[in-house]
């Protein structure tokens, strides 16, 4: 079946139908990574988006459900130049066409993603249009594309209510899975939302009770928490924090998650309220650019984001740099930081934008990366030993 892609600009791909047969309207953004479809399907970070992927095949090892990052899988479209039919995996439960059906992801293939990414390079991210309709009306669908917004979608992704994921306490506790393993095939089909941590690290977080504010968080997060013996509690996104440091949590994390920072204006007030307390934080991507807010610095959107697996940030303190993986539309304004208040920890090597934040006399670092990466790369990972060392060295004061 024919689909096409209708950016609102009034460029027109035409390319082959994948997954739901459904039409859909969203913005529309490009990842590099040239593996891990899955987790960027499974991250919460891209609801309200249709993601085109710039690798020219996709789906050729399947879906392995143990690697989703959570329960579901959440852009709007999947836009790819080539889908695998026949996979090859030992590992692999279904087909990527299977899990775009069960999902309810509709997409489109076949159509020159090189010259869809160099479009959305050089006029900046913008919505677009997924349909199969031959007879589509441009005049009557471009407005519609003007008018759309990703809004509020952080409460969308969230979890509904608070729970706990247990730490390993011995290192051959529940392990070693293989990989990130986190979900098994029969959790998956009955829906569950639950985590395995396989052992791979020193429990140097024994013990540690972590409070992690689900943003729309990929669940790599409390999984590189509780394989360092931390038990994690998952806070919904609109939790007062009030609640959460009554509980007495060691140290604070908050997630990556969706959309505009700006419109999360409740989160953010109840963010002000964290920093204000003496207990150690830690926050990736939104939850990065959340904390900027609540302490009266600026964000603005970029004009294509940065999103991939191959993006080098620079540690300003020690001059190294690092590969990091990275999703993200909104970046914080480094011209308008207070110093004293908080100042540049992190930067993109390519761009110059900020890359994360050390705060100034607090026990507070923020990152606009994903050190929890899966696949990878996971060079920035001891960013999680670097928040344990933090709660400790708080808890002996």
């Not at 407005?143 to 706990?164: I, N």
């Not at 007030?269 to 609540?294: N, R, S, V, W």
């Amino acid at each position: 079946m024919k689909a096409f892609l209708i950016l609102e600009d009034g460029t027109v791909f035409e390319g082959t139908h994948i997954g739901a047969d459904k039409e859909i309207i969203s913005e529309i953004v490009f990842n590099t990574s040239m593996a891990g479809y899955l987790e960027v399907l499974t991250d919460p970070s891209y609801a309200g988006q249709a993601v085109c992927m710039t690798y020219p095949l996709i789906g050729n090892y399947g879906v392995c459900l143990t690697d989703m990052e959570s329960r579901r899988a959440w852009p709007d479209g999947f836009i790819v130049r080539e889908l695998s039919r026949i996979p090859s995996n030992f590992r692999k439960d279904i087909t990527i066409q299977e899990f775009l059906t069960q999902q309810d992801i509709p997409g489109i293939a076949g159509i020159d993603t090189r010259a869809l990414t160099k479009i959305l390079r050089e006029k900046g991210t913008m919505n677009g249009m997924i349909t199969t309709d031959e007879n589509y009306d441009l005049d009557n669908i471009l407005p519609k594309l003007k008018e759309y917004t990703t809004g509020k979608v952080v409460e969308k992704v969230t979890c509904p209510e608070k729970y706990v994921i247990k730490g390993a306490r011995t290192l051959s506790e529940n392990g070693p899975l293989s990989g990130s393993a986190k979900f098994v095939p029969e959790d998956y089909k009955a829906g569950k939302r639950e985590m395995r941590p396989s052992i791979t690290k020193s429990l140097n977080g024994l013990g540690k009770k972590v409070a992690l504010l689900d943003l729309g968080a990929k669940d790599n997060i409390a999984h590189s928490l509780a394989q360092r013996g931390c038990d994690v509690t998952v806070y919904p996104a609109t939790t007062t924090a009030q609640e959460i440091i009554a509980d007495q949590p060691d140290g604070i994390m908050l997630s990556n998650g969706p959309g505009d920072p700006k419109e999360c204006t409740g989160i953010i007030a109840e963010i002000k309220k964290l920093y204000d307390t003496d207990i150690p934080i830690f926050a990736i991507c939104l939850g990065h650019q959340l904390m900027a807010l609540a302490t009266g610095a600026d964000t603005f959107k970029m004009k294509y984001g940065h999103r991939g697996g191959n993006h080098p940030v620079k540690d300003l303190e020690t001059g190294r740099v690092y590969i990091s993986s990275q999703n993200h539309g909104y970046v914080v304004d480094m011209d308008k930081l207070d110093a004293k208040v908080a100042v540049p920890a992190f930067i993109n090597v390519n761009d110059g934008t900020n890359e994360g934040l050390k705060y100034t006399g607090k026990n507070i670092f923020t990152v606009q990366y994903h050190p929890e990466a899966c696949p990878g790369p996971q060079d920035s990972s001891y960013l999680f030993d670097r928040f344990i060392k933090m709660m400790e060295v708080n808890k002996d004061a």
